[in-house]
């Protein structure tokens, strides 16, 4: 050891190397985001999570919500500390039976220290007891956690599971669910799969859950009030179940009106997108003011304001296309929202044509035409729109123009073949953008890169050469 040429304190810190064990040596906190640029605190590093087990009682009167979540993960890495995102209050963390350390941290961290440091390759149970009014909980100054008169809805995107349950909070990590959620007799709990069953003592009916296909996080959801709850067989088959506030006022006649043919419209997506991914399927509408849909696994969200005008069908198609586009075949990553809503959109288009209102191809035509070349729409890349135009209606439109000039360039057999192998190819899994352009290239033969680039990847509207060609 040439010991003069050593910093001060270097001796030190070589003899204090020969009393750790050389096994913890390599292990290191979990990252506390897990690697998304548009989100870098989003999900955490390290493990992966295959099951969430919440059982959890709700006090619409005064929005309490308390109980346990129990996940089942496997780390991926040795580790000192995992982080979950989550932002109630925590009375207890054990991991694999033995009482762990926590702290939070940042916007949403739920730092957790178990007693000895985890090998990679180690199968965990974490129990996280917990409680808090979730509507009064913010991170970057909003909640997704929508309190109704009678009780609370848990759905946005990207971040909804903060709210409720302690998770990796990133699609990404998809697992599968059991939700048990106790609310008063004469209250609903809904969430998404499967109602296993329901039981009822000391006032409280307990309702079962159960989503048994991979599952992303931003895709749980949780609505407790009081619902009228409609069950039927869609032709193919599928259960449905859906769930009316009891409160809708005005808007109960057309939310009724829609929501009731989702088993109808999921058959008809079914044609373009494969089989239906999962075992179970309906929608919900809560009282909230809330202004957006969401695509909640296998049940999806509606806001009643998606039903002010009268029927609309159309939402009730956009939340079913991302079953498929969405749900089953998630982004790898948040700028990869194409992936989901530029096909939704495409498929409300589709729809309309099946309406007799008008062909997804005129629509193309009128959406391209009915913008001219400064309108700041065509700014927004749908192909990397960034954090703060992910939901920016181009993302949307401009996203289903890139799929109108696709058809027209490759044909409608390979288009319609590419749709449905997508969704066989990457059933319950992860793709981007550019994981489909490679497989559109596949599929119809021809080199794509500059029709992807053109249509959702330049700040500026294609020109009229470009759109004719493609006959947009
Ligand atoms: N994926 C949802 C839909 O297209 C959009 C949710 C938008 N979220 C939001 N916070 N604006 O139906
Ligand atoms: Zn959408």
């Known amino acids: 050891m040439h010991r003069r040429f050593m910093a001060p304190g270097a001796l030190a810190a070589a003899s204090l190397m020969l009393v750790i064990p050389a096994s913890a040596a390599s292990h290191a906190p979990g990252a506390p985001g897990i690697g998304d640029p548009y989100y870098p605190a989003y999900g955490n590093g390290g493990y992966d999570v295959s099951h969430y087990d919440l059982r959890l009682t709700y006090r619409p009167a005064t929005d309490e919500l308390e109980g346990t979540a129990t996940l089942l993960a496997?780390?991926?890495?040795?580790?000192?500390?995992?982080?979950?995102?989550?932002?109630?209050?925590?009375?207890?963390?054990?991991?694999?039976?033995?009482?762990?350390?926590?702290?939070?941290?940042?916007?949403?961290?739920?730092?957790?220290?178990p007693k000895k440091p985890l090998d990679k390759g180690t199968d965990l149970t974490i129990v996280v007891r917990y409680k808090g009014v979730p509507s009064s909980k913010k991170a970057y100054g909003f909640t997704s956690w929508h309190r109704t008169p009678d009780g609370g809805v848990a759905a946005n995107e990207p971040e909804a599971a903060w709210w409720w349950f302690p998770s990796n909070d990133h699609p990404l990590d998809k697992a599968t669910y059991d939700v048990s959620v106790q609310v008063p007799d004469g209250t609903q709990a809904i969430s998404n799969g499967t109602l296993q069953?329901?039981?009822?003592?000391?006032?409280?009916?307990?309702?079962?859950?159960?989503?048994?296909?991979?599952?992303?996080?931003?895709?749980?959801?949780?609505?407790?009030?009081?619902?009228?709850?409609?069950?039927?067989?869609?032709?193919?088959?599928?259960?449905?179940?859906?769930?009316?506030?009891?409160?809708?006022?005005?808007?109960?006649?057309?939310?009724?009106?829609?929501?009731?043919?989702?088993?109808?419209?999921?058959?008809?997506?079914?044609?373009?997108?494969?089989?239906?991914?999962?075992?179970?399927?309906?929608?919900?509408?809560?009282?909230?003011?809330?202004?957006?849909?969401?695509?909640?696994?296998?049940?999806?969200?509606?806001?009643?304001?998606?039903?002010?005008?009268?029927?609309?069908?159309?939402?009730?198609?956009h939340e079913l296309a991302h079953q498929w586009y969405g749900d089953s075949v998630s982004v790898k990553g948040w700028k990869d929202i194409w992936i989901n809503e530029g096909f939704a959109r495409y498929a409300q288009w589709l729809w309309s044509e099946h309406e007799g209102e008008g062909t997804a191809s005129e629509i193309a035509a009128y959406t391209y035409a009915s913008r001219p070349a400064d309108d700041p729409f065509w700014t927004v890349k749908p192909g990397d729109p960034g954090p703060e135009n992910q939901f920016h209606g181009a993302v949307y439109d401009r996203g289903a123009l890139a799929l109108q000039a696709l058809r027209d360039t490759i044909g409608d057999d390979a288009f319609f073949t590419i749709l449905k192998g997508w969704t066989a190819k990457h059933a319950y899994g992860n793709a981007s953008v550019a994981d489909f352009r490679r497989y559109a290239e596949e599929v119809s033969g021809q080199p794509l890169a500059a029709l992807f680039d053109t249509w959702l990847f330049q700040p500026s509207k294609p020109s009229a050469a470009v759109a004719r060609a493609a006959s947009v």
């Open 74 to 113: 496997r780390t991926t890495r040795d580790l000192s500390r995992l982080n979950l995102d989550f932002l109630l209050d925590v009375g207890e963390v054990r991991v694999n039976g033995a009482k762990a350390a926590f702290a939070t941290s940042g916007e949403h961290e739920l730092e957790i220290t």
């Open 197 to 317: 069953s329901t039981s009822s003592r000391l006032g409280w009916t307990r309702y079962n859950w159960r989503s048994g296909k991979p599952q992303a996080t931003y895709l749980a959801t949780l609505a407790v009030g009081r619902f009228d709850v409609t069950t039927g067989t869609s032709d193919s088959g599928i259960p449905v179940v859906n769930a009316y506030s009891k409160d809708l006022g005005p808007h109960n006649g057309a939310a009724r009106a829609s929501v009731e043919r989702t088993g109808e419209i999921a058959d008809w997506l079914s044609e373009f997108f494969g089989p239906y991914p999962f075992d179970a399927l309906g929608g919900y509408v809560p009282n909230t003011d809330t202004g957006y849909a969401l695509e909640t696994q296998t049940r999806p969200f509606y806001s009643p304001r998606q039903f002010a005008n009268g029927s609309n069908t159309s939402v009730v198609v």
